[in-house]
């Protein structure tokens, strides 16, 4: 038995609207990064949450992951062309909105978005949070 690909044409004959046609999961995604950039803003807006390492780091997790797999896979496919023209004018305020973003995970030395082939920023490490490199010991600088 061989395995058939699930094309626009065959969701929309069964049954699907036009919103069916678009790409698989885009919509998903830019819910998801959406909430982590209002996320990122609550976590610096608040001197305390923001102070907490603990915290910080949890959320620099979840904020790595979705910046580093859902964010290329919708750059990749902005760059393609394949994205519907409602989901382009998403995307376009998701870029927006996480470009406002990076400042604040900048400050908070958390990673800072990459959009449309921009070069790689490393964040600086948050106040009071020092960093290790290979081969250092703890409290070395």
């Known amino acids: 038995m061989g395995f058939r690909t699930w094309s626009a044409r065959r969701r929309r004959s069964a049954g699907g609207g036009p919103e069916s046609a678009a790409v698989p999961g885009a919509a998903a995604d830019m819910d998801l990064l959406f909430t982590q950039a209002r996320r990122l803003r609550e976590l610096a807006g608040d001197p305390e949450q923001a102070g907490d390492a603990d915290r910080v ?58 959009l449309d082939g921009e070069p790689r920023r490393r964040a600086a490490p948050a106040p009071g949070r020092g960093v290790r490199g290979p081969g250092r010991p703890p409290g070395a600088r």
């Open 57 to 114: 780091y949890d959320f620099g997790i979840r904020w790595g992951a979705f910046l580093h797999g859902r964010l290329p896979r919708l750059v990749r496919y902005d760059r393609q062309g394949v994205l519907g023209p409602a989901e382009r004018d998403r995307f376009a305020d998701l870029c927006a909105e996480l470009r406002a973003a990076a400042p604040l995970a900048e400050r908070l030395g958390l990673a800072v978005p990459r």
